[in-house]
Structure formats: structure tokens, C-alpha cells
């Protein structure tokens, strides 16, 4: 009964350690998520690129997520190979940092930490303030797994049953070792893994040596998260993790059989078993940095073990290819899904022209520009497409909820449709004006700019995700980016106002195409959302009329039609 209940309160406790690492980690990605792939990307220099990943590590809580963004960037050729490892390696720092700082005695802040996290995630309206209370009770909650972790090994710490176990992961540390790896591979977060061991041996449950090689193991563990959550990627984007692996892998072998054959524990040891256990983690991770000039080196021999598949396609654009199948008509079921798919293609050529627009609006390239309007009309063909393929199923034989899914889909297809029109006919000719007339946008007003139009790539990413995956709770989430990108626009629409009336000449000149472009932006993101509409409908989260809250909601407010979400639905 003892081992059991012993069994149950160190799941919880490691359940808890990983909720919290990962609900940390999901508040910073919707607070500044947009933001990461200008920050990721801006720095091709190896020191500032490893300082980036160190800091991103640090605020992801997990050197692998920023291993995850880096293969993204990589494989869309944003971020060069060297760049890439040189992030990784600084993640991999940063990771190691902040075990440091989680395992100081903090113990005293967890009511505070639980009181402001949940004024803020509670009663909090604005986005980014909930999410700075997700981010703080991500942390109170990661204090007191520990603290749980602690109170659950006490018990067990003088038994026969723990020395025993750890007197053999200490004589044995390859078994040691695979233990810590399996176990950062399973809890995919090698943090958790860490600080596990650190309060393991911050107890005396375990001998630091024992540690040692869990947290070696771990380093190793992690390092291969990044290559399997991968592996379906371009070879371009796979070769930065395996990089990661063969450098922190090699490195993690090297050092256990170092600080298990010769005394060199000792040059990191203190008085305290679990600080030296960080010292070494830590140590480990900087010794890596010193790889950062020759991570160039590494990119030909990796290009030979995943070389560059040849795409007999390269030269025809997807926006080409048709996913509608018309031997599927007979089956409204198969019918359905490939129509799905076409409107999830649609919405990726939308995505494609709108991504370069901000770029294009600071550095205006003819044709580029030429290209993602020609790109309009595979638009059009394929709202064209959509509307026969739904005309030529057979009505007789679908369901009333299939009829209306396909109207649904429809629907949202022509809001693609109207949203490509205001890049094609809107942005990009506004570009080019700001180009013609030599317009410059005010520091503040480009910033903003482009801070607008990074949460609407981000909220194009998040209607892909509805669109597939009809989840209402995501469907939430999408209507509640589009209140935030219209609490955005007019927050920038006032600040350039505002500096209007001050007298900034760039402000003023700039004034008309600034103002069209917040507009343009907010009116393409409005059409993207609209995808959540018959979803929050159908689940009962938003109302039949807005008459019925006549009294509480003005009407002039633009975020009236939002409003008709149900109160805690």
C-alpha cells in the first residue's frame, strides 16, 4: 500500500512539474509568438544568434520548442544552417540557466506568484495581462511540484528500497545515463527531468553522481525530441536538430565518462550535492558554445547524410494543383473532406501572398509584387471550383449537416476569396504608392505595422487549425485573436493620431497609406476568422441575436458582434 500510494503521489507530482513547465510555455507563445520569427531571424552573427536562442530558452522553458522553431525557419530558408545550430546551441544554454534559477528556495513567492497569476488570468479582459497570469501560475505551479516532489521522496529517502536503487545508478552510470534520455524523451521536457534529479539529490535520495549521469542522459533525451517531432519536415529543416544531437550527444557521452573515470567532479563541486549538479548541467552547456565557429563546418557533411529531395514540381506553384476530386461526388462524406482540403489550400495561397506584404511595404520589389497579385487568380479559380463542386453533389443523398457544412464551407471560401482581393488590390498597390511617392513610415508607426501584421499571419496559422480541426475551444481562441487585432488596429490608429498632432512630419506624410494599411489588415483578418463563426454557433457559444443584449453592448462599438459570446461558455 506504502509503494503505491508512494507511486500515485510521484505521478502527480511530475504531472504537475510538466502541466506547469507547458502552461508557462503556451502563455509566452500567445502573448509574443508572432514576434519569434523576427526575433529568431534577425541575427545571422553566431554569438548574437546562440544569445537569442539562450534568452528564448529561458522564456519558452524548453531548448527544444526553440529547436522546433529553428527547423520551421530553416526549412522555409529564413534561417540559414549556421544561424540555426548557433540558436540551438545558445537554447541549449539558456535551458541549463534557468534550472539554476528554478531551484533557488522560492518557496515564499508561491502565494504571491498564485495571487497575482490569478487576478490576472481570472478577471483580466485584455490578452496579453491573461496571459501574463497563465505565465505566473505556470510558475507558482512549477514551485510547488517541487515542494510536492520533495514531501513524496522523504518518506522513502532512509527505506532499503532507494539506496539500493541508488547505489546502483551510481556504479552503473550507462544504465544511468539511458534512464535520464528515456525519461526527457517520454516527459519531452528535459527541465522537468532536471529539476526532478535536482531535488532528487538536493534530498540525498540519490548521490550526485547518479544525478550526474541522469542529467548527461537527459541532455541527450532532449536533444532527440527535436529530430523525431521533425521527421515528416524537409531535409533543410531536419538538419539543424540532428546537428544539435550529434554535437550535444557526442558531448554528453564524452563528459559522463569523464566524470565518472576521473576526478572532475571535484573542480565543479560545492558544499552542496544539488548545486553541484547544476554546476556541471550548466558547465556542459557552455563547453558546447565553443563549437559556434566551426557550426558552418557541419552543414556539408549533414547535406550529404540528408541531401536536398529534388522537386519535379519546382517550377509549377501548388496554387496550380486542384486537391477537388470529382470520382469522390458519389460519396458525400469523401466529398466533403475534399472540399475541406481545397479550402485549406485556398487559404495557404492566401497566406503565401500576404506573408511578404510588410516586406514589401518597407522595400518595394516590382516583381515580387507582380507575382503575388498573379497569384489573385488561382484565388478566384479555386472559389470558381468550389462553387461547381458543391453545385454537383448530390444533394438527395447528404444529410442536412452535410448540406450545411458544405454552404458553411462555401461561405468561408468567398471570405478567402475577398480577403485575397484586399491583398492583391489593397496592400500591395499601397506599396507601391509608398514606394512611388518615397513615403517613410515614423519608427513608432512601422513598428506597429508590422507588429499588426504578424498577428495576422499568426491568426492565419490558428484558422488552419479550426478549419481541420472544428475544435471549439481553438474556435474561442481565434475569435478572441480577432478582438485583440481590432483592439490593435485602433490602438494604432490613435498613437498615429496622436503623433499627427505633435507635429511629426514623417506622421503626417505617411498618414493616409498608414491608416489604409491598419485598415487592410484588419479587414483580411476579419475575413479569416470567419471561420469561427458556425463552429462557436453550432456549440452553443454565441447567441441567436444580438437584440438580446441591446442593453449592454453599444452598437457602435466595433467589437459589438464579438460580444455575443456567452459569459463563461
Known sequence: MLILSFVVQLMGATMLLLYAVRMVRTGIERAFGPSFRRVVTANTNPLRAASTGLVMAIILQSSAAVALLVAGFAGTGALGFAAGLSVVLGADLGSALLIQVLSFDLEWLVPVLLALGGGFFIKSDQRRLKQAGRIILGIAFILISLRFLRETMDPIRDSAFLPSIASFL???????????ALLAWFMHSSVAVILMCVTLVDIGAIPVIAGVSLVLGANLGSALIPIWLTRSLSPTARRVPFANFLLRGTGAILMLVLVNRLPAL????????AQTLINMHVAFNCLLLLALPFTRFLEPPLLRFLPD???EDADRPPEFVSVLDDAALST???????????VLRMEQVLASMAAPVMDLMLRYDKQRAGTLIARDRFVNEALDEIRRYVAAMPQDEMSKADQKAARELTEYAIALETGGDLVAKVLLPLAKRRDAEGIVFSKSGKEELTQLHERLMSNIGLASNVLISDDIETARLLLEEKNEMTRAERSSRKKHLKRLASGSQKSFESSDVHLEVLRAIREVNSHVASVCYPILYRGGQLLDTRLIEALDVDMTDEDAPEKRIKAGG
Do not use: Y
Not at 551510481?170 to 535520464?180: E, K
Not at 571535484?266 to 550535492?273: E, I, N
Open 266 to 273: 571535484s573542480f565543479l563541486g560545492t558544499a552542496q550535492a
Open 170 to 180: 551510481a556504479n552503473d552510470f550507462v544504465t544511468a545515463f539511458v534512464i535520464g
Open 309 to 311: 529531395v529534388p522537386d
Open 332 to 342: 458525400p462524406a469523401l466529398a466533403l473532406a475534399n472540399l475541406k482540403r481545397e
